[in-house]
Protein backbone atom coordinates (compact mmCIF):
# COMPACT_ATOMS: atom_id res chain seq x y z
CA UNK A 1 0.00 0.00 0.00
CA UNK A 2 0.93 3.33 -0.76
CA UNK A 3 0.50 6.38 1.67
CA UNK A 4 1.33 9.89 1.43
CA UNK A 5 1.92 11.41 4.98
CA UNK A 6 2.60 14.77 5.72
CA UNK A 7 2.27 17.72 7.95
CA UNK A 8 0.68 20.85 6.72
CA UNK A 9 -1.21 23.95 7.91
CA UNK A 10 -4.50 25.24 7.32
CA UNK A 11 -3.71 26.50 4.07
CA UNK A 12 -1.84 22.90 2.90
CA UNK A 13 1.45 24.92 3.23
CA UNK A 14 4.24 22.19 3.90
CA UNK A 15 7.68 24.25 3.56
CA UNK A 16 9.24 27.42 2.71
CA UNK A 17 12.16 26.58 0.68
CA UNK A 18 14.07 23.75 2.44
CA UNK A 19 12.79 24.64 5.44
CA UNK A 20 9.50 23.34 8.08
CA UNK A 21 8.11 26.26 8.83
CA UNK A 22 6.75 25.01 12.44
CA UNK A 23 10.30 24.01 13.59
CA UNK A 24 11.26 27.67 13.72
CA UNK A 25 10.10 30.96 15.65
CA UNK A 26 8.11 32.42 15.71
CA UNK A 27 5.92 29.36 15.14
CA UNK A 28 7.88 26.77 17.07
CA UNK A 29 7.37 27.96 20.69
CA UNK A 30 3.64 27.98 19.84
CA UNK A 31 3.47 24.87 18.30
CA UNK A 32 5.89 22.20 20.68
CA UNK A 33 2.81 20.44 21.68
CA UNK A 34 1.22 19.48 18.06
CA UNK A 35 5.06 19.10 16.53
CA UNK A 36 5.73 16.39 18.95
CA UNK A 37 2.58 14.82 18.83
CA UNK A 38 2.89 14.60 14.80
CA UNK A 39 6.29 12.96 14.97
CA UNK A 40 5.51 10.62 17.41
CA UNK A 41 2.50 9.54 15.29
CA UNK A 42 5.10 9.53 12.11
CA UNK A 43 7.47 7.32 14.13
CA UNK A 44 5.13 5.16 15.20
CA UNK A 45 3.26 4.59 11.59
CA UNK A 46 6.42 4.53 9.56
CA UNK A 47 8.76 2.54 12.01
CA UNK A 48 9.68 -0.83 9.62
CA UNK A 49 7.96 0.58 6.18
CA UNK A 50 9.89 1.59 3.44
CA UNK A 51 10.05 5.72 2.85
CA UNK A 52 10.11 7.94 -0.37
CA UNK A 53 11.21 11.57 -0.53
CA UNK A 54 13.01 14.08 -2.20
CA UNK A 55 16.51 15.28 -2.06
CA UNK A 56 15.58 18.33 -0.87
CA UNK A 57 13.57 16.41 2.10
CA UNK A 58 16.15 14.09 2.81
CA UNK A 59 18.79 16.97 3.00
CA UNK A 60 16.74 18.70 5.43
CA UNK A 61 16.08 16.01 7.99
CA UNK A 62 20.36 15.28 7.36
CA UNK A 63 20.02 11.36 7.87
CA UNK A 64 18.56 8.50 6.89
CA UNK A 65 15.65 7.89 9.16
CA UNK A 66 16.46 4.77 11.75
CA UNK A 67 14.14 1.15 11.52
CA UNK A 68 13.20 2.12 7.62
CA UNK A 69 13.86 1.61 4.27
CA UNK A 70 14.86 5.32 2.90
CA UNK A 71 14.32 5.71 -0.56
CA UNK A 72 15.78 9.04 -1.86
CA UNK A 73 14.71 10.93 -5.25
CA UNK A 74 16.92 12.86 -6.91
CA UNK A 75 17.67 14.00 -10.63
CA UNK A 76 21.32 14.37 -9.77
CA UNK A 77 23.80 11.64 -10.01
CA UNK A 78 24.32 12.14 -6.11
CA UNK A 79 24.47 9.14 -3.65
CA UNK A 80 23.50 9.55 -0.15
CA UNK A 81 24.75 7.09 2.08
CA UNK A 82 22.41 4.66 4.00
CA UNK A 83 19.66 4.81 1.34
CA UNK A 84 18.53 3.68 -1.91
CA UNK A 85 19.12 6.79 -4.65
CA UNK A 86 16.90 6.52 -7.13
CA UNK A 87 15.39 8.63 -10.25
CA UNK A 88 12.39 8.16 -10.90
CA UNK A 89 8.90 7.17 -8.86
CA UNK A 90 8.75 3.82 -11.16
CA UNK A 91 12.48 3.04 -9.69
CA UNK A 92 11.35 4.10 -6.26
CA UNK A 93 8.75 1.63 -6.21
CA UNK A 94 10.90 -1.46 -7.77
CA UNK A 95 13.54 -1.00 -4.83
CA UNK A 96 10.51 -0.44 -2.18
CA UNK A 97 11.19 -4.29 -0.05
CA UNK A 98 8.16 -3.67 2.08
CA UNK A 99 4.19 -4.13 1.94
CA UNK A 100 3.66 -0.31 2.95
CA UNK A 101 5.92 2.73 1.21
CA UNK A 102 4.75 6.43 2.30
CA UNK A 103 5.94 9.48 0.45
CA UNK A 104 7.09 11.94 3.45
CA UNK A 105 7.58 15.23 0.76
CA UNK A 106 8.27 17.11 -0.43
CA UNK A 107 6.08 18.73 -2.52
CA UNK A 108 7.23 18.00 -5.85
CA UNK A 109 7.08 14.04 -4.93
CA UNK A 110 3.65 14.59 -3.05
CA UNK A 111 2.82 15.31 -6.41
CA UNK A 112 4.56 12.81 -8.89
CA UNK A 113 3.04 10.05 -6.11
CA UNK A 114 -0.56 11.24 -5.55
CA UNK A 115 -1.87 9.59 -8.51
CA UNK A 116 -0.52 6.19 -7.13
CA UNK A 117 -1.81 6.46 -3.28
CA UNK A 118 -4.37 4.53 -1.55
CA UNK A 119 -3.98 6.66 1.43
CA UNK A 120 -3.32 10.16 2.70
CA UNK A 121 -2.49 10.90 6.80
CA UNK A 122 -2.26 14.46 6.98
CA UNK A 123 -1.51 16.05 10.03
CA UNK A 124 -3.41 19.86 9.78
CA UNK A 125 -2.19 22.11 12.16
CA UNK A 126 -4.77 24.71 13.10
CA UNK A 127 -2.63 27.80 12.02
CA UNK A 128 -2.30 29.53 9.12
CA UNK A 129 1.66 30.35 8.23
CA UNK A 130 2.90 34.10 7.03
CA UNK A 131 4.36 33.73 3.70
CA UNK A 132 6.65 36.72 2.93
CA UNK A 133 6.31 37.75 -1.20
CA UNK A 134 10.37 36.79 -1.76
CA UNK A 135 9.83 33.37 -0.30
CA UNK A 136 8.83 29.97 -1.81
CA UNK A 137 6.66 28.31 -0.71
CA UNK A 138 5.64 24.46 -0.74
CA UNK A 139 1.95 23.29 -0.47
CA UNK A 140 0.45 19.69 -0.14
CA UNK A 141 -1.59 19.05 -2.83
CA UNK A 142 -5.32 19.51 -2.92
CA UNK A 143 -7.33 16.49 -1.19
CA UNK A 144 -9.91 16.57 -3.51
CA UNK A 145 -13.54 15.11 -2.22
CA UNK A 146 -14.42 13.46 -5.20
CA UNK A 147 -11.15 11.58 -4.96
CA UNK A 148 -10.67 10.80 -1.42
CA UNK A 149 -13.34 9.69 1.98
CA UNK A 150 -11.94 11.02 5.21
CA UNK A 151 -12.22 7.73 7.20
CA UNK A 152 -10.40 8.58 10.59
CA UNK A 153 -9.72 12.24 12.63
CA UNK A 154 -7.43 12.30 15.74
CA UNK A 155 -7.43 15.20 17.67
CA UNK A 156 -4.06 16.84 18.80
CA UNK A 157 -2.73 19.94 20.78
CA UNK A 158 -3.37 22.68 18.14
CA UNK A 159 -4.44 20.20 14.82
CA UNK A 160 -5.84 17.06 13.99
CA UNK A 161 -4.46 14.19 12.17
CA UNK A 162 -6.65 12.92 9.10
CA UNK A 163 -6.61 9.74 7.54
CA UNK A 164 -8.14 9.57 4.24
CA UNK A 165 -8.82 6.94 1.49
CA UNK A 166 -8.77 6.72 -2.03
CA UNK A 167 -12.68 6.45 -3.53
CA UNK A 168 -12.72 3.39 -5.88
CA UNK A 169 -13.46 4.89 -9.67
Known amino acids: MISLIACCDANNLIGIGPKIPWHHEPYKSELVEAVKA ?15 MGRTTFQSIGRPLPKRQNIVMTKGLIEFPGTETVRSWKEAMAVSRTSQTYVIGGGQVYNESIAFAERIILTRLDIAIDVESTEKPVYFPAVLRFKWTLVETQYIPKGKILVYSRISD
Request: proline share 0%.
Open 38 to 52: DLEHFRKVTSGSSII
